[in-house]
């Protein structure tokens, strides 16, 4: 696409109407990789069919005025004549690129360490890939050390995790669940596949998990705690004999 600035661009407002249109023409039926054919005569029928006022010859001082004034290689190869838009690569993004049949201009091919790669259409987005592998590569070279938690060692949770658990849920709930997480996994031998840790115990926070089991099990206990209570009384023989009715 053309960029919309082109249009206070002092270069391009230099040409004249005609060198203008050609110029975008040119944007408009390139390749891949930014080049095409500039023969004149070609030019004129591609961008001009139905245009007969506009003559060769005025294609041809276009492009004069267009190979003086704006970024774009003219140049000559086995007796044709082709054009290279030079900053092809910073204005347009091609999806599935083709390779250019045209040849590259030897003035390109002449730059070191540029070559073919610095006008390939998806120049740019290649290097933003490479900069992402590179960053998500560091990041994976970098191994986060974990600690096991719990009476049986199944929590496993880094200094960070723990911390932010404490800060965010206080130290006597977050040992509560960690405690109460650990023995649940062993228990079961992990039966709910557990592998985030630091997610699980969150869960088991927000979920308030085992709250209920410790509050039926304190009832449980009391009531067994009275029975025995009131079984262990040792009756005397007054009392034994007030438990018959007298007659």
């Known amino acids: 696409m053309i960029d919309p600035s082109i249009w206070v661009s002092e270069d391009f407002s230099c040409l004249s109407i005609l060198a203008r249109l050609v110029f975008i023409g040119m944007f408009s039926v390139a390749d891949d990789e930014g080049r095409g054919r500039a023969k004149p005569i070609y030019l004129r029928s591609v961008l001009f069919p139905y245009d007969d006022d506009v003559r060769v010859i005025d294609v041809e001082k276009a492009l004069s005025e267009i190979g003086s004034k704006m970024s774009v290689t003219l140049y000559s190869h086995d007796g044709n004549q082709y054009y290279q838009l030079d900053n092809w690569s910073q204005w347009q993004r091609v999806d ?42 560091a990041h994976a070279s970098k191994k986060v050390t974990r600690k096991k938690y719990g009476e049986y060692g199944w929590v496993l949770l880094s200094d960070d995790e723990l911390e932010r658990l404490v800060t965010e849920y206080g130290e006597s709930e977050t040992q509560r669940c960690i405690a109460y997480v650990d023995e649940s996994a062993q228990k079961t031998g992990n039966k709910n596949k557990w592998k985030d840790w630091n997610l699980t115990v969150r869960n088991a926070i927000k979920g308030k998990w085992g709250i209920d089991n410790m509050q039926k099990g304190g009832a449980k ?27």
């Open 96 to 137: 599935h690129p083709q390779p250019s049949k045209i040849p590259i201009p030897e003035s390109f091919e002449n730059q070191s360490g540029n070559n073919q790669e610095s006008f390939s259409p998806n120049i740019i987005k290649d290097n933003l890939i490479k900069s992402n592998l590179k960053e998500s590569n």
């Open 221 to 247: 206990n009391e009531r067994q705690q009275s029975a025995l209570a009131h079984g262990s009384r040792k009756t005397t023989g007054t009392e034994a004999a007030d438990e018959f009715p007298r007659y």
